[in-house]
């Protein structure tokens, strides 16, 4: 039976892997140790001093910036529809893109709190299932 | 004095063209250009041509050579250029330069494009991409602005569906653009939701088509009454930066301001502009982009009227993208064709009277919360 622990993710690195049992799963990002510059995703270099950047935790705690509906037929097997946003992480000020909860499209506004969530969620694009993060409303309480 | 100037422009309709190969509307565009110009194919010393999605749609790749030999060109540099939507002005960018550097006297410039096949879906920017990966695709990322804009500036669906109102008046008077019925606001607004806030009527819809123009020295251009000068050709790329503002593009603001400082002129001088109106709130942005109004007042210019023929600032009076279609690598051709006819009178009923200046403006791709390109060239009567 194909569990969540064999689904590969959608693009390696950007989010941390299951099982999460009780841990939030976590969006990953580099740093640059010398310029304190953070990214998302790790880039290979530093964009201001070229030199190494180092994977970091980038929290999974954010608040939505921007957001959007698609109506139309999705790509890549994403629910239809489904929602996208900008998401401002509470921890390095990164302006994230990322997929939000389309089973809360109602609740969706510029400002709310949102946590991520990791689940199998569409297909590779040859119909092979894949891990995608996306963003969730805290619930209050 | 001007570095370079325009001498000779053809377009085809932009629409559906199933039984034409991109080679074939180029060869034909190409053919307009020369004959418009008076210029035989020996007289040219190199080509641009401008392509952006031929290799994914059919596997081909440097089709300038075959475009170009169709009409008797060959032996000359040819160079194939792709940059999203801007990969017809970027064209237009290097053809301007190679004669500004003294390297030719006659150089053409063709985008030609085929989008109308089965199956193309929402475009997005490749899948390479993590964005697209995680479901970005050219439409949504247009709609984030828009929601943010409407957030922070109040801009109203009603304004938004505005520009598309408007764009199709003009549309109605320019027999190359695809889309000439009159359409209402309630019926933009009434479209199926594609992308919220983005109804049909709001996004430019696909073409097939193909333009041309043929770029000289000023030496030769002098000499023919029908040249309109190139003040300035402008290719900006983005900063990618985090965080990126989506109320506006920042490589939008450096562009237009490197080209009103190149070209000694600013946003008073316009007589007429053409910008990229993908989405209708592009063209919004790039109104206070233009300094036509201050930020957030871009919805109050279009309800205004402001930005209708006739109006203050007559902007995309072909039509624009969401008019005439958006046939990708010839669609910054087209838009720099519109601003020549104008300056040179011959654009009949959408005539702009009286233009001796014209602007035009056009963008492509999206990365990191930023435009890939951005172009401005702007042109003289």
């Not at chain 1, 969006?27 to 995703?41: A, E, I, Q």
């Not at chain 2, 996004?203 to 088509?209: E, H, K, Q, S, Y």
């Not at chain 2, 209708?280 to 300094?291: D, F, P, S």
């Amino acid at each position: 039976m194909e569990t969540v622990l064999n689904i590969p993710p959608v693009v390696s690195g950007i989010f941390t892997l299951p099982p999460y049992d009780q841990i939030q799963p976590k969006l990953l990002g580099g740093v640059c140790p010398t310029c304190n510059r953070y990214y998302f995703p790790r880039p290979r270099y530093c964009k201001g001093c070229l030199g190494q950047t180092e994977e970091i935790s980038l929290g999974s705690k954010g608040v939505i910036y921007s957001f959007t509906v698609i109506r139309r037929k999705s790509p890549l097997g994403l629910p239809e529809p489904y929602s996208v946003g900008y998401v401002d992480l509470e921890e390095s000020g990164l302006r994230v893109f990322s997929l939000l909860d389309s089973r809360a499209i109602a609740q969706l506004r510029i400002g709310l709190k949102v946590r991520l969530v990791v689940e199998p969620l569409g297909h590779d694009g040859h119909g092979a299932p894949r891990l995608r993060p996306y963003f969730t409303p805290i619930t209050v309480g | 004095m001007p570095s370079a100037a325009v001498i000779g422009v053809g377009m085809i309709p932009f629409g559906k063209h199933p039984d034409r190969s991109i080679v074939d509307m180029g060869a034909e565009a190409t053919f307009l250009a020369l004959k418009d110009a008076g210029i035989r194919p020996p007289q040219v010393n190199a080509c641009f041509f401008a392509n952006a999605f031929a290799g994914r749609l059919f596997g081909d790749m440097t089709l300038g050579q075959h475009v170009f030999w169709e009409v008797g060109i060959n032996k000359v540099p040819i160079i194939n250029v792709e940059n999203a939507c801007a990969s017809g002005s970027t064209a237009f960018y290097l053809a301007y330069n190679m004669i500004a550097a003294g390297q030719a006297d006659m150089v053409l410039v063709v985008g030609a494009e085929k989008l109308y096949v089965p199956e193309i879906g929402l475009i997005n920017s490749g899948e390479t991409e993590f964005e697209t990966q995680l479901g970005l695709l050219a439409s949504a990322g247009f709609a984030l602005r828009a929601i943010r804009h409407m957030n922070e500036f109040g801009t109203t669906p009603q304004q938004l569906a505005q520009v598309a109102v408007k764009n199709r008046r003009h549309g109605q008077l320019n027999p190359f653009a695809q889309f000439r019925e009159p359409i209402t606001v309630e019926e933009v607004l009434n479209s199926p939701m594609i992308v919220e806030p983005f109804t049909r009527l709001q996004c430019c819809p696909n073409a097939d088509g193909a333009a041309a123009v043929i770029v000289c020295s000023p030496s030769i251009a002098k000499k023919l009454s029908r040249a309109v000068n190139i003040d300035a050709a402008i290719l900006c790329t983005g900063s990618y930066e985090n965080p990126q503002d989506l109320t506006y593009w920042g490589t939008d603001y450096r562009a237009c301001g490197l080209a009103y400082e190149k070209a000694g002129i600013g946003p008073e001088d316009l007589d007429v502009v053409e910008c990229h109106d993908a989405f209708t709130i592009a063209e919004i942005l790039h109104y206070e982009a233009l300094g036509l109004c201050a930020k957030g007042e871009g919805g109050q210019l279009v309800e205004r009227g402001e930005t209708m023929l006739g109006g203050r600032f007559p902007v995309n009076v072909s039509g624009g993208l969401l008019s005439r279609g958006h046939p990708v690598g010839a669609t910054g051709v087209a838009q720099i064709i519109e601003i020549v006819t104008q300056l040179r009178n011959e654009a009949g009923a959408r005539q702009v009277k009286g233009a001796r200046v014209g602007l035009a403006h056009c963008m492509g791709g999206d990365k990191a919360a930023d435009t890939k390109s951005c172009t401005i060239i702007v042109l003289s009567a």
